[in-house]
Nanobody, 117 residues
């Protein structure tokens, strides 16, 4: 499964962006879909995830501002980011996990989000 993240860019603080992650295969069978972010010199951190049952999980720093969603028909999932802050600046990566007896973990190449003051 290949993942292609898009939608990053430059936005002013307080603005919004929507990231998309298009999968080459079905996402309906993924056990979990997620968005992570990383800044240079720091570890990659989970931003938001959604399980196959629809349970969502968000980093405390984005709760109430970011929303993860999925469109199984389009094999695409999204991260709606509102009220962006300068500290949200990072490269964002999408991730899909499949349980096919063993766990298979797929990553997109990332899309850069820059929030300016």
């Amino acid at each position: 499964v290949q993942l292609q993240a898009s939608g990053g860019g430059l936005v002013q603080a307080g603005g919004s962006l929507r990231l998309s992650c298009a999968a080459s295969g079905s996402i309906s069978s993924a056990s979990a879909l997620g968005w992570y972010r990383q800044v240079p010199g720091k570890e990659r951190e989970l931003v938001a995830s959604v399980t196959s049952r629809g349970y969502t999980n968000y980093a405390d720093s984005v709760k109430g501002r970011f929303t993860i969603s999925r469109d199984n028909a389009k094999n695409t999932f999204y991260l709606q980011m509102n009220s962006l802050k300068i500290e949200d600046t990072a490269r964002y990566y999408c991730n899909a996990v499949y349980d096919w007896g063993a766990e298979y973990d797929y990553w997109g190449k990332g899309t850069l989000v820059t929030v300016s003051s």
